[in-house]
């Protein structure tokens, strides 16, 4: 092909190209217009339909509307009601009592009122009074005046001597009519004092009725075969021989296998007693057991001493105490005096104490407090000398009680001469506590000694037919020769007997003497 050609057939060639590309171009336009027009005819009609789809959800919704305001306003409207009518209630209640107010307010305004009238003619009263009674004064320092002078007219005294001797007079007239009544007083409480007495110890004995412990202080403990007690005492009997260097409290073993401990520190057998029953349930012990258990049981006897000193303290109504006073007391628990325990014993008496106090109208807190003192001496070891009513009421007064409660504690076994009533209820009531039944025990033995002494000192004396005692040996009547004691004779007699009882014998509590002499008169009639 030449080269004309070629460019004629290129020239064709891209005609008829372009006219193809512009022909699809043209077409593509035309389907786009028409779609568009499609597509607004629908968006239109879409528009509309929305339009009236709103229109029916707003009738809609305002008819529920209106339907939800119907249902709330039907089930709130009694609530409404009862509402306004509470509130009308209400407000007709507070006219009736504002009106009520302003009534009381106008009597009371009136009463103040009356009230203010008759305290202007009280006073006006008063001063009419008190103008009399300044005319009295005058009429009466005139009269005394005259009557001066006349008693001057007709005695040679001046005015000094003769009232010093109206003065005498008047006061020697007023302590013969005082020592008449104070005679008549005295008798007639002498007359009724037992009665009273009496009446007294019944009502208060029967409203402390503390039983009486029955645990003893008994140092014993028992092995129950002979392997426990080969692997108690150890080799060469180093566990035992460690546990009295530890306690201090000698330990023996009886036949009866039983360990017997001995000391007259309490505490101490009672820190021994519990060791050697921990010892008990031990499987191999050795010189190391012992010291744990030991110091085991020591800390466990102290924290039940101080428990046992708060725990009477607040029986008593002294929580204030020292805590040295309230371990003094715990300790009481392992003391003994004639088998009563000294804890005990001590709380008895605080209540005894509180009780009298409050029939005689005493202060009945002091009362308990001193009588819950009074033994506390018994707590201390021998290292402090002197007897227990002293070094009790020194140790208390170091730790700072009130010096009537020393007082009551330190005279309670006149070691000091009771001044107060104070002293005189603790010593009452210590004498109770040990004299009631079953409070104390003694042995047939001692009891015996105790009748045999008494026996033997009465009927040392000439003209003693024979004695009886009574009342556990604390009375003891004689039976005399009325040939050879007259009624002078036995006063002496009886005074003798109990000066050598009380000079010989040494048991607690008081002992009575009764002399009883016969007089047998007969005479025959013929």
């Known amino acids: 092909m030449s080269g004309s050609n070629l460019a004629a057939w290129i020239v064709t060639a891209g005609a008829g190209l372009l006219t193809g590309i512009l022909s699809v171009i043209l077409v593509s336009r035309l389907q786009k217009k028409s779609l568009l027009r499609e597509a607004q005819a629908e968006a239109e009609a879409l528009l509309g339909e929305a339009k ?59 009463e103040v009122d009356e009230s203010q009238d ?34 001057m007219e007709v005695s040679d005294l001046d005015v000094a001597a003769l009232k010093s001797e109206l003065v005498d007079k008047a006061l020697a007239d007023a302590n013969i009519e005082a020592s ?22 019944h009502t208060v004995l029967n409203r402390s009725p503390r039983q009486a412990p029955t645990e003893r202080g008994i140092g014993i403990v028992e092995i129950p075969n002979p392997d426990v007690k080969k692997r108690m005492v150890g080799e060469n009997d180093e566990n035992i021989r460690e546990l ?37 349930h031990e499987k191999s012990p050795n010189v190391d057991t012992v010291r744990r258990l030991f110091e085991k049981t020591s800390g466990e006897v102290a924290r039940r001493i101080d428990n046992d000193g708060n725990k009477i303290a607040a029986e008593l109504g002294a929580r204030d105490l020292n805590p040295e006073i309230k371990r003094r007391l715990g300790q009481l628990r392992y003391r003994y005096s004639f088998a009563q325990n000294q804890h005990f014993h001590v709380a008895e008496v605080g209540w005894l104490c509180g009780i009298f106090a409050s029939e005689l109208g005493l202060d009945r807190h002091s009362a308990k407090r001193a009588g819950l003192l009074h033994d506390v001496g018994k707590s201390m070891d021998h290292a402090i000398e002197g007897g227990h009513a ?26 000091e001469q009771p001044s107060t009533d104070l002293c005189y209820l603790v010593i009452a009531a210590d004498a109770i ?24 000192i009465a009927e040392g004396f000439p003209g003693v037919m024979k004695t009886l005692i009574f009342n556990a040996g604390r009375e003891v009547r004689i039976v005399v020769d009325s040939r050879r004691v007259d009624d002078r004779k036995a006063l002496v007699l009886c005074r003798q007997i109990a000066d050598k009882i009380e000079e010989e014998c040494q048991y607690p509590g008081q002992i009575k003497v009764v002399v009883v002499r016969e007089t047998a008169v007969s005479s025959t009639a013929r």
């Open 244 to 280: 009295e260097r530890l306690t201090g409290v000698a330990l023996t073993i009886t036949e009866k296998d039983t360990f017997k401990l001995e000391s007259y520190d309490p505490v101490a057998r009672e820190v021994t007693t519990r060791t050697l029953e921990k010892l008990l």
């Open 180 to 201: 008449r009544k104070g005679a008549a007083i005295e008798d007639e409480a002498k007359a009724n004092a037992e009665q009273i007495a009496k009446h007294m110890l």
């Open 390 to 415: 002293v070094i009790g009421a020194e140790f208390i007064s170091q730790h700072g009680e009130r010096p009537e409660i020393v007082h009551a504690v330190k005279s309670h076994h006149y070691e």
């Open 118 to 151: 008759a305290l202007v003619a009280a006073e006006k009263i008063v001063r009419e009074r008190e103008k009399k009674l300044h005319e009295m004064k005058d009429a009466n320092f005139k009269i005394r005046s005259d009557l001066r002078d006349r008693l």
């Open 52 to 110: 009236d789809r709103a229109e029916s959800l707003k009738e809609e919704s305002a008819l529920e509307a209106e339907e939800v305001t119907d249902a709330v306003w039907s089930r709130f409207e009694k609530e409404l009601s009862d509402l306004e009518a509470r509130v009308k209630d209400l407000d007709e209640r507070v006219r009736t009592k504002r009106s009520r107010l302003d009534r009381e307010y106008n009597g009371d305004r009136r």
């Open 433 to 456: 506590s040990g004299a009631r039944p079953g409070a104390r025990r003694s042995t047939v033995s001692v009891y015996n000694a105790k009748i045999e002494v008494l026996s033997a």
